[in-house]
């Protein structure tokens, strides 16, 4: 058996799932390689020692500064003197090589342990992704945290996911795709869609035509713009997004409505107004927005299109954002002082004034506490 799959089954009989497995293990590969002699490469130059001469050396006890040397050494590339001085008592305590691989996974396991919140985490995670990403950044805490050094670990955690998990829980999961693509309710309802491998809050059957029908056109750009809303105003309820011809003529949509193609949703937010959500896609550059008294439409489609049907007669508009100054009132006003964070009173008085000239400070624009295109596209998005 080689390394990689005796570090999966020394984790999987430890009682960790497939995700914490996977999450731990692409980020030993990441520092090591699983090598349970690695030495840091840069010490590797500095001390002018392979890995195999280093480990000898340690050893048989001709090289004595092992602790304190910050050199990072085996499988999870320990570096501080007090996790390699205890690493090291463990291997005497045995009479084992520094290089023991069962040891070392015996040693983490101690370090780990000590740590129930990140156990926890790890056994909580919902997807490789942020098993890896959880290991990351509270066990390994490397220098380099960008999404480029995350992605690298969550691919490696990844291959190792699909080499040796289970059964297969990855299955719960589909990442949205970059344009239109056709679904089965039956065989993918109840698949999570990921947004560049992050679980959204959307499954593909919450797109699915309310007729029954089997077959669901969804845009996954849509889906990246529901989970914005989501993030920003809560709980996001689809009331309908794709239909069929049949269905649509049924409930009285337009006859080219884009949700026939699997590009619009009628879309109820918890905590923001239609309006409100509206205006977040305005500032999203979305192709269609409609605004009804429950509900906002928005879709992906080509080119542009607005209109407002709160009166319950389809009033086309130009733009949902409304440029408001000192002295306005209402409903735009109460929204700003919401994005702002000041008093909520709907009057755009000096509170509000000097929140809004320090947001415009803060974001670049032009510092004229009028609200227009620009200081709303920056508050809604
Ligand atoms: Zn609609």
Known sequence: MNNDQKIWNYLKDKGLNDYACAGIEGNLFWESGNKPNNLENFYNRKFNMTDEEYTAKVDSGEYTNFVRDSAGFGIAQWTYWSRKQGLLDLVKSRGVSIADLAS????????????????????????????????MVVFEN??????????????????????YAGDKPMDKYIEVANGVEHYSK???GDLIFTIDGKPSNFKVKEF??????????IDGRLVRY????????????????????AYNAKVGGAPKSQHLYGKASDTVCKNGSPLEVAMTAEAMGMGGIGLY??????????????????????????????????????????????????????????KTKEAVLKFQGLHNLKQDAI??????????K
């Open 104 to 135: 070392q996974l015996d040693y983490l396991w101690i370090e780990l342990s000590r740590n129930g919140t990140l156990i926890n985490a790890l056994m909580s995670a919902k997807s490789v992704y942020e098993a890896t990403i959880i290991f």
């Open 142 to 163: 490397p220098a380099d945290q960008s999404d480029k050094a995350k992605q690298a670990r969550v691919d490696i955690a990844q291959q190792y996911y699909d080499a």
């Open 186 to 188: 039956a065989k993918q």
């Open 208 to 217: 699915a035509c309310h007729d029954g029908t089997d077959e669901i056109l």
């Open 226 to 245: 529901l989970q914005r809303e989501r993030d920003l105003y809560g709980v996001t309820t689809i009331n309908s997004a794709y239909r069929t011809p």
């Open 293 to 350: 008294p429950t509900f906002t439409h928005i879709d992906t489609r080509d080119g542009k299109s607005r209109w407002d049907n709160r009166s319950g007669k389809q009033v086309g508009v130009s733009t949902f954002f409304k440029t408001i100054q000192y002295g306005a009132t209402g409903e735009y006003v109460k929204i700003a002082q919401r994005k702002l964070g000041v008093e909520v009173d709907g009057v755009f008085l000096d």
């Open 371 to 380: 609200i227009g295109v620009r200081t709303w596209t920056e508050l809604m």
